[in-house]
Protein backbone atom coordinates (compact mmCIF):
# COMPACT_ATOMS: atom_id res chain seq x y z
CA UNK A 1 0.00 0.00 0.00
CA UNK A 2 1.81 3.59 -1.07
CA UNK A 3 1.11 5.77 1.77
CA UNK A 4 2.61 8.45 3.48
CA UNK A 5 2.93 6.34 6.28
CA UNK A 6 6.11 3.91 6.34
CA UNK A 7 5.90 0.97 7.76
CA UNK A 8 8.43 -1.48 8.41
CA UNK A 9 8.20 -4.82 7.14
CA UNK A 10 7.59 -6.62 10.19
CA UNK A 11 4.80 -3.95 11.05
CA UNK A 12 3.34 -4.76 7.04
CA UNK A 13 2.84 -8.12 7.90
CA UNK A 14 0.74 -7.37 11.84
CA UNK A 15 -1.43 -4.71 9.11
CA UNK A 16 -2.05 -8.24 7.25
CA UNK A 17 -2.55 -10.68 10.21
CA UNK A 18 -4.69 -7.93 11.76
CA UNK A 19 -6.79 -7.71 9.19
CA UNK A 20 -7.08 -11.24 8.05
CA UNK A 21 -8.07 -11.94 11.34
CA UNK A 22 -11.01 -9.06 11.67
CA UNK A 23 -12.33 -10.50 7.86
CA UNK A 24 -12.65 -13.76 8.59
CA UNK A 25 -13.11 -13.75 12.86
CA UNK A 26 -14.71 -10.53 13.69
CA UNK A 27 -17.34 -9.34 10.56
CA UNK A 28 -18.85 -12.62 9.97
CA UNK A 29 -20.88 -12.46 13.40
CA UNK A 30 -21.63 -8.63 13.16
CA UNK A 31 -25.10 -9.53 12.16
CA UNK A 32 -25.24 -11.96 14.56
CA UNK A 33 -23.86 -10.24 17.40
CA UNK A 34 -26.77 -7.21 16.55
CA UNK A 35 -29.39 -9.16 16.41
CA UNK A 36 -29.04 -10.87 19.56
CA UNK A 37 -28.22 -7.74 21.62
CA UNK A 38 -24.17 -7.71 21.21
CA UNK A 39 -23.72 -11.36 23.02
CA UNK A 40 -22.15 -14.24 20.70
CA UNK A 41 -22.32 -17.79 21.80
CA UNK A 42 -20.17 -19.17 23.93
CA UNK A 43 -18.29 -21.79 20.72
CA UNK A 44 -18.19 -18.91 18.58
CA UNK A 45 -16.56 -16.47 21.15
CA UNK A 46 -13.98 -19.50 22.28
CA UNK A 47 -13.25 -19.38 18.81
CA UNK A 48 -12.94 -15.97 18.10
CA UNK A 49 -10.25 -16.11 21.30
CA UNK A 50 -8.25 -18.75 20.15
CA UNK A 51 -7.97 -17.03 16.75
CA UNK A 52 -6.97 -14.13 18.54
CA UNK A 53 -3.99 -16.14 20.29
CA UNK A 54 -3.66 -17.46 17.46
CA UNK A 55 -2.98 -14.62 15.50
CA UNK A 56 -0.61 -12.96 17.90
CA UNK A 57 -2.84 -10.17 18.84
CA UNK A 58 -3.28 -10.64 22.30
CA UNK A 59 -1.56 -8.28 25.15
CA UNK A 60 -0.38 -6.13 22.16
CA UNK A 61 1.31 -3.79 24.24
CA UNK A 62 1.82 -5.85 27.38
CA UNK A 63 5.59 -7.57 27.42
CA UNK A 64 6.69 -10.53 26.51
CA UNK A 65 7.75 -11.63 29.59
CA UNK A 66 3.86 -10.86 30.98
CA UNK A 67 2.46 -13.07 28.64
CA UNK A 68 2.13 -9.58 25.52
CA UNK A 69 3.44 -8.67 22.58
CA UNK A 70 5.78 -6.33 23.17
CA UNK A 71 4.30 -3.71 20.61
CA UNK A 72 5.37 -0.34 20.22
CA UNK A 73 3.24 2.74 19.94
CA UNK A 74 3.13 2.39 16.03
CA UNK A 75 2.61 -1.51 16.23
CA UNK A 76 -0.30 -0.53 18.35
CA UNK A 77 -1.82 1.87 16.03
CA UNK A 78 -1.26 -0.45 12.96
CA UNK A 79 -3.30 -3.35 14.89
CA UNK A 80 -5.85 -1.47 16.16
CA UNK A 81 -6.44 0.63 13.11
CA UNK A 82 -7.86 -2.52 11.86
CA UNK A 83 -9.73 -4.06 14.76
CA UNK A 84 -12.24 -0.56 14.36
CA UNK A 85 -12.93 -1.48 10.82
CA UNK A 86 -15.24 -4.27 12.79
CA UNK A 87 -18.78 -3.12 14.11
CA UNK A 88 -20.58 -4.34 17.29
CA UNK A 89 -17.45 -3.98 19.64
CA UNK A 90 -16.24 -8.21 18.56
CA UNK A 91 -12.42 -6.83 18.98
CA UNK A 92 -13.29 -6.85 22.69
CA UNK A 93 -13.05 -10.68 22.39
CA UNK A 94 -9.17 -10.16 21.94
CA UNK A 95 -7.54 -11.13 24.75
CA UNK A 96 -6.03 -7.71 26.53
CA UNK A 97 -5.95 -5.69 30.18
CA UNK A 98 -5.33 -2.49 30.91
CA UNK A 99 -1.42 -1.08 31.00
CA UNK A 100 -1.99 0.02 34.44
CA UNK A 101 -2.17 -4.12 35.05
CA UNK A 102 2.06 -3.64 34.18
CA UNK A 103 2.92 -1.61 37.51
CA UNK A 104 1.43 -4.90 39.39
CA UNK A 105 3.62 -7.15 41.98
CA UNK A 106 4.86 -10.09 40.60
CA UNK A 107 2.53 -11.47 42.46
CA UNK A 108 -0.79 -9.79 40.56
CA UNK A 109 0.60 -9.86 37.52
CA UNK A 110 0.30 -14.02 37.77
CA UNK A 111 -2.92 -13.84 39.21
CA UNK A 112 -4.46 -11.09 37.02
CA UNK A 113 -2.59 -10.34 34.02
CA UNK A 114 -1.18 -13.46 32.89
CA UNK A 115 -4.87 -15.01 32.83
CA UNK A 116 -6.57 -11.96 31.17
CA UNK A 117 -3.75 -12.01 28.57
CA UNK A 118 -4.63 -15.71 27.91
CA UNK A 119 -8.30 -14.84 27.50
CA UNK A 120 -8.43 -16.55 31.19
CA UNK A 121 -10.22 -13.55 32.82
CA UNK A 122 -11.44 -10.15 32.50
CA UNK A 123 -10.42 -6.77 34.46
CA UNK A 124 -12.83 -3.76 34.53
CA UNK A 125 -11.79 -0.69 35.28
CA UNK A 126 -13.54 1.64 37.67
CA UNK A 127 -13.00 4.99 37.65
CA UNK A 128 -16.12 7.22 36.90
CA UNK A 129 -18.86 8.00 39.85
CA UNK A 130 -22.25 9.77 39.39
CA UNK A 131 -20.79 13.50 40.37
CA UNK A 132 -16.82 12.38 39.23
CA UNK A 133 -16.90 12.35 35.41
CA UNK A 134 -14.56 14.39 33.45
CA UNK A 135 -13.20 16.01 36.76
CA UNK A 136 -11.63 12.80 38.52
CA UNK A 137 -10.98 15.24 41.60
CA UNK A 138 -14.09 14.61 42.61
CA UNK A 139 -14.19 11.12 43.23
CA UNK A 140 -15.41 10.15 46.52
CA UNK A 141 -14.61 6.49 46.79
CA UNK A 142 -12.77 6.02 49.75
CA UNK A 143 -10.08 3.42 51.25
CA UNK A 144 -9.55 3.85 54.74
CA UNK A 145 -6.96 1.40 56.55
CA UNK A 146 -7.89 -1.88 58.54
CA UNK A 147 -6.07 -4.34 60.40
CA UNK A 148 -4.23 -6.31 57.36
CA UNK A 149 -5.27 -3.77 54.84
CA UNK A 150 -8.19 -1.94 53.73
CA UNK A 151 -11.79 -1.41 53.45
CA UNK A 152 -13.39 0.53 50.24
CA UNK A 153 -16.39 2.18 50.24
CA UNK A 154 -18.03 4.24 46.99
CA UNK A 155 -19.92 3.63 44.27
CA UNK A 156 -18.59 3.65 40.76
CA UNK A 157 -20.45 4.72 37.53
CA UNK A 158 -19.37 2.73 33.79
CA UNK A 159 -17.63 -0.21 34.64
CA UNK A 160 -16.58 -1.27 31.17
CA UNK A 161 -16.63 -5.32 31.27
CA UNK A 162 -17.58 -5.27 34.62
CA UNK A 163 -20.51 -7.91 34.06
CA UNK A 164 -17.94 -10.26 33.00
CA UNK A 165 -14.73 -9.21 34.68
CA UNK A 166 -12.90 -11.77 37.53
CA UNK A 167 -11.71 -8.35 39.10
CA UNK A 168 -11.99 -4.73 39.20
CA UNK A 169 -8.72 -1.96 39.30
CA UNK A 170 -10.81 0.40 41.42
CA UNK A 171 -10.05 4.15 42.19
CA UNK A 172 -10.36 4.91 45.69
CA UNK A 173 -9.32 7.67 47.77
CA UNK A 174 -6.59 6.38 50.36
CA UNK A 175 -6.34 7.63 53.48
CA UNK A 176 -3.05 9.98 54.06
CA UNK A 177 -2.41 9.12 50.45
CA UNK A 178 -5.00 10.16 48.01
CA UNK A 179 -6.31 8.35 44.58
CA UNK A 180 -4.85 4.86 44.54
CA UNK A 181 -5.79 1.86 42.40
CA UNK A 182 -6.51 -1.39 43.93
CA UNK A 183 -7.19 -4.55 42.41
CA UNK A 184 -10.77 -6.17 43.77
CA UNK A 185 -11.34 -9.63 43.07
CA UNK A 186 -15.13 -9.85 41.67
CA UNK A 187 -16.44 -12.36 44.33
CA UNK A 188 -15.30 -9.91 47.35
CA UNK A 189 -17.98 -9.16 49.84
CA UNK A 190 -19.88 -6.35 50.09
CA UNK A 191 -19.40 -5.89 46.23
CA UNK A 192 -22.77 -5.70 44.25
CA UNK A 193 -24.38 -4.41 40.95
CA UNK A 194 -26.64 -1.52 41.51
CA UNK A 195 -27.65 -0.90 37.65
CA UNK A 196 -27.16 -2.63 33.90
CA UNK A 197 -28.25 0.75 31.82
CA UNK A 198 -28.80 -0.29 28.39
CA UNK A 199 -26.63 1.65 25.76
CA UNK A 200 -26.92 2.86 22.25
CA UNK A 201 -24.48 0.60 20.99
CA UNK A 202 -24.59 -3.16 21.08
CA UNK A 203 -21.55 -4.61 22.35
CA UNK A 204 -19.96 -7.87 23.59
CA UNK A 205 -19.84 -6.82 27.51
CA UNK A 206 -22.03 -3.78 29.82
CA UNK A 207 -20.73 -0.92 31.46
CA UNK A 208 -22.90 -1.61 35.37
CA UNK A 209 -22.62 0.36 38.15
CA UNK A 210 -20.66 -1.36 40.97
CA UNK A 211 -21.14 -0.72 44.35
CA UNK A 212 -18.78 -1.15 46.92
CA UNK A 213 -20.10 -1.85 50.74
CA UNK A 214 -17.65 -2.07 53.29
CA UNK A 215 -15.10 -4.21 50.96
CA UNK A 216 -12.34 -5.30 52.55
CA UNK A 217 -9.37 -6.13 50.57
CA UNK A 218 -5.31 -6.93 51.84
CA UNK A 219 -2.57 -4.95 51.21
CA UNK A 220 -1.30 -6.96 48.79
CA UNK A 221 -4.91 -5.56 46.49
CA UNK A 222 -2.31 -2.48 46.08
CA UNK A 223 -1.79 -1.56 42.29
CA UNK A 224 1.00 0.47 42.13
CA UNK A 225 2.35 3.01 44.66
CA UNK A 226 -0.02 4.19 47.26
CA UNK A 227 -1.43 7.61 46.20
CA UNK A 228 -0.11 6.92 42.15
CA UNK A 229 -3.19 6.83 40.28
CA UNK A 230 -3.25 9.98 38.77
CA UNK A 231 0.59 8.84 37.29
CA UNK A 232 -0.15 5.56 35.98
CA UNK A 233 -3.78 6.65 34.74
CA UNK A 234 -2.34 9.53 33.14
CA UNK A 235 -0.07 7.13 30.68
CA UNK A 236 -3.41 5.16 30.76
CA UNK A 237 -5.46 7.98 29.07
CA UNK A 238 -2.81 8.70 26.74
CA UNK A 239 -3.20 5.09 25.19
CA UNK A 240 -6.51 4.32 25.32
CA UNK A 241 -7.12 7.83 23.26
CA UNK A 242 -4.59 6.67 20.71
CA UNK A 243 -6.73 3.39 20.51
CA UNK A 244 -9.75 4.98 20.20
CA UNK A 245 -8.27 7.66 17.21
CA UNK A 246 -6.69 4.49 15.49
CA UNK A 247 -10.15 2.21 16.27
CA UNK A 248 -11.79 5.76 14.41
CA UNK A 249 -9.58 5.81 11.66
CA UNK A 250 -10.22 1.73 11.12
CA UNK A 251 -14.31 2.77 11.10
CA UNK A 252 -13.94 5.72 7.87
CA UNK A 253 -11.76 3.20 6.21
CA UNK A 254 -14.26 0.13 6.07
CA UNK A 255 -17.46 3.05 6.27
CA UNK A 256 -15.73 4.03 2.43
CA UNK A 257 -15.10 0.68 1.58
CA UNK A 258 -18.77 -0.16 1.82
CA UNK A 259 -20.03 3.32 0.48
CA UNK A 260 -17.52 3.33 -2.46
CA UNK A 261 -18.85 0.10 -3.07
CA UNK A 262 -22.49 0.17 -2.70
CA UNK A 263 -22.57 3.47 -4.93
CA UNK A 264 -20.56 2.07 -7.80
CA UNK A 265 -23.07 -0.64 -7.61
CA UNK A 266 -26.18 0.99 -7.28
CA UNK A 267 -27.70 2.78 -10.63
CA UNK A 268 -30.38 5.76 -10.75
CA UNK A 269 -31.44 7.40 -13.43
CA UNK A 270 -29.81 5.32 -15.32
CA UNK A 271 -26.24 5.50 -13.85
CA UNK A 272 -24.31 4.71 -10.42
CA UNK A 273 -25.41 7.12 -7.65
CA UNK A 274 -21.52 8.14 -7.61
CA UNK A 275 -21.22 9.94 -10.42
CA UNK A 276 -23.99 12.51 -8.89
CA UNK A 277 -22.21 14.85 -7.32
CA UNK A 278 -24.79 14.69 -3.93
CA UNK A 279 -23.78 11.50 -3.38
CA UNK A 280 -19.22 11.82 -4.74
CA UNK A 281 -18.83 15.18 -3.15
CA UNK A 282 -19.27 13.29 0.53
CA UNK A 283 -17.27 10.59 -0.28
CA UNK A 284 -14.76 12.88 -1.08
CA UNK A 285 -15.13 14.67 2.27
CA UNK A 286 -14.94 11.17 4.19
CA UNK A 287 -11.64 10.71 1.71
CA UNK A 288 -9.95 13.72 3.47
CA UNK A 289 -11.36 12.84 7.08
CA UNK A 290 -10.11 9.77 6.95
CA UNK A 291 -6.30 10.71 5.43
CA UNK A 292 -5.85 13.31 7.88
CA UNK A 293 -6.74 11.10 11.31
CA UNK A 294 -4.75 8.32 9.81
CA UNK A 295 -1.33 10.92 9.43
CA UNK A 296 -2.03 12.24 12.44
CA UNK A 297 -2.76 8.68 14.61
CA UNK A 298 1.08 7.41 12.87
CA UNK A 299 2.63 11.25 13.74
CA UNK A 300 1.45 10.38 17.56
CA UNK A 301 2.57 7.06 17.74
CA UNK A 302 6.10 7.64 16.17
CA UNK A 303 6.33 10.21 18.82
CA UNK A 304 5.69 8.19 21.49
CA UNK A 305 8.13 5.40 20.58
CA UNK A 306 10.87 7.95 19.55
CA UNK A 307 10.70 9.45 23.53
CA UNK A 308 9.06 12.88 22.72
CA UNK A 309 8.32 14.62 26.05
CA UNK A 310 5.38 12.61 27.24
CA UNK A 311 3.47 16.22 28.10
CA UNK A 312 3.98 16.67 24.17
CA UNK A 313 2.92 12.94 23.45
CA UNK A 314 -0.15 13.48 25.96
CA UNK A 315 -1.70 17.04 24.27
CA UNK A 316 -1.69 15.17 20.56
CA UNK A 317 -3.05 11.97 21.88
CA UNK A 318 -5.91 14.56 22.99
CA UNK A 319 -5.89 16.20 19.57
CA UNK A 320 -5.78 12.67 17.67
CA UNK A 321 -8.79 11.39 19.71
CA UNK A 322 -10.72 14.72 19.32
CA UNK A 323 -10.16 14.97 15.51
CA UNK A 324 -10.74 11.28 14.39
CA UNK A 325 -13.63 10.72 17.05
CA UNK A 326 -15.45 13.66 15.28
CA UNK A 327 -14.27 13.05 11.84
CA UNK A 328 -15.58 9.73 12.42
CA UNK A 329 -18.73 10.18 13.32
CA UNK A 330 -19.12 12.54 10.41
CA UNK A 331 -18.50 9.62 7.79
CA UNK A 332 -20.71 7.64 9.43
CA UNK A 333 -23.26 10.06 9.21
CA UNK A 334 -22.46 10.86 5.28
CA UNK A 335 -22.14 6.80 4.35
CA UNK A 336 -25.76 6.38 5.97
CA UNK A 337 -27.30 9.19 3.69
CA UNK A 338 -25.78 7.09 0.60
CA UNK A 339 -26.96 4.14 1.65
CA UNK A 340 -30.18 5.67 1.80
CA UNK A 341 -33.19 3.55 3.49
CA UNK A 342 -30.92 0.74 3.39
CA UNK A 343 -28.26 2.56 5.87
CA UNK A 344 -31.24 3.06 8.05
CA UNK A 345 -31.18 -0.59 9.07
CA UNK A 346 -29.66 -2.09 11.40
CA UNK A 347 -28.20 -4.62 9.08
CA UNK A 348 -26.13 -2.68 7.56
CA UNK A 349 -22.88 -1.87 9.08
CA UNK A 350 -23.25 2.23 8.16
CA UNK A 351 -26.37 2.37 10.67
CA UNK A 352 -23.79 0.65 12.88
CA UNK A 353 -20.79 2.36 12.92
CA UNK A 354 -23.06 5.70 13.45
CA UNK A 355 -24.10 4.74 16.89
CA UNK A 356 -20.84 3.21 17.88
CA UNK A 357 -18.48 5.67 17.31
CA UNK A 358 -20.71 8.42 18.76
CA UNK A 359 -19.40 6.93 22.46
CA UNK A 360 -16.14 7.68 21.19
CA UNK A 361 -16.61 11.53 21.55
CA UNK A 362 -17.36 10.25 25.07
CA UNK A 363 -15.61 8.17 27.10
CA UNK A 364 -11.96 8.01 28.15
CA UNK A 365 -12.20 12.26 27.73
CA UNK A 366 -15.09 14.01 26.15
CA UNK A 367 -14.24 16.68 23.16
CA UNK A 368 -14.52 19.09 25.50
CA UNK A 369 -11.90 17.74 27.59
CA UNK A 370 -9.90 17.20 24.66
CA UNK A 371 -10.37 20.85 23.51
CA UNK A 372 -8.86 21.39 27.03
CA UNK A 373 -5.76 19.62 27.21
CA UNK A 374 -5.03 20.93 24.11
CA UNK A 375 -5.63 24.34 24.76
CA UNK A 376 -3.67 24.30 28.48
CA UNK A 377 -0.70 22.51 25.97
CA UNK A 378 -0.94 25.67 23.77
CA UNK A 379 -0.50 28.10 26.67
CA UNK A 380 1.96 26.24 28.78
CA UNK A 381 4.61 25.05 26.23
CA UNK A 382 3.55 27.15 22.46
CA UNK A 383 1.61 26.44 19.94
CA UNK A 384 4.43 25.28 18.06
CA UNK A 385 4.38 21.98 20.46
CA UNK A 386 1.35 20.87 20.14
CA UNK A 387 0.70 21.44 15.45
CA UNK A 388 4.25 21.23 14.60
Request: glycine residues 10%; proline residues 5%; charged residues 25%.
Amino acid sequence: MTSLVRLTPEQDELRARARRFVDEELVPHEETAERSGGRLPSGVVAGIMTAAVRARLNGGRHSVAHGGQGWSAVDYVVAHEQLGRNTNGLWWWVPDAYNVMSAGTPEQIDRYLRPALRGEGWLSYAVTEEHAGSDPSGIRTTARRDAGGWVLDGEKWFVTSGDVAAAHIVVALAEEHGPTLFVVDAATEGLTFTDDPPFTHTFPHGHPTLRLDGVRVPETAVLGPLGGADDLQRAWFVEERLGIAAHCVGAMSRLLEESVAWATARVQGGVPIIEHQGVAFPLADSAADAAAARLLVYEVASLADSGTDPRIVHAKASLAKLFASEAAHRCADRAVQTFGGRGYMRTTPAERFLRELRVDRIWEGTSEIQRLVITRSMLRRGVPSVIA
